[in-house]
Structures are given as C-alpha cells and as structure tokens.
C-alpha cells in the first residue's frame, strides 16, 4: 500500500463507503480486502491507520482472520485486546444467545 500513510488513511475512509451494506455495493474482491486490512494491521503502518483498518473489520468482516490469528505477536499492545475481540466476536455472539 505504499509509505503515505495519509493516503492510506484516505483509502481506508473510502473503504468505508464500499463495505458499507447501507449503500449496496456487493464487492466480488471482499474477501481479499479483508485479507489486506488484516495485513495493514500486522505491517509496519502507524496507530491511527492500523485503527481506521481493525474498525472495517470490526464493522463489516466476520471471523475467522487468519492473518491475525498466525501474526497477533506482531500487533502492537494497545491493539490486541480489540484484536482479540474480533477474532473471536463469533464466539462473543453464540455465548450472548
């Protein structure tokens, strides 16, 4: 994705829009954009960008992230508890029901 990180936060806010079900987009490449989010948030990016990455998921992906599962050493501290919940928020769901 390149060195500009305000670029990237400018894709990831567009990001939105797209993988927002609100606006109707049906994306064929889904799947490979949330393979790339989970790569944003396990690369060498800033805070700020790996946040704007790890709420798409949260917002618009569903586990299993196995590019977060197999790097979660490599998320930074203050981002693994969220990590941690979307990896699991499938369990989150069935223990709530």
């Not at 829009?17 to 799947?31: S, V």
């Not at 197999?70 to 223990?95: G, Q, W």
């Amino acid at each position: 994705m390149g060195t500009n990180m305000g670029k990237k936060e400018s894709l990831l806010f567009c990001l939105d829009r797209f993988l927002d079900p609100w606006f109707g987009y049906q994306l064929p490449y889904q799947d490979a954009i949330v393979d790339l989010l989970q790569v944003v948030i396990v690369s060498d990016n800033t805070l700020s960008v790996k946040e704007a990455a790890l709420q798409l998921i949260c917002d618009y992906a569903w586990p299993p992230f196995p590019v977060l599962e197999e790097n979660f050493e490599r998320v930074e501290a203050e981002l693994r508890p969220d990590v941690s919940y979307v990896m699991h928020m499938d369990k989150e769901i069935e223990t709530d029901s």
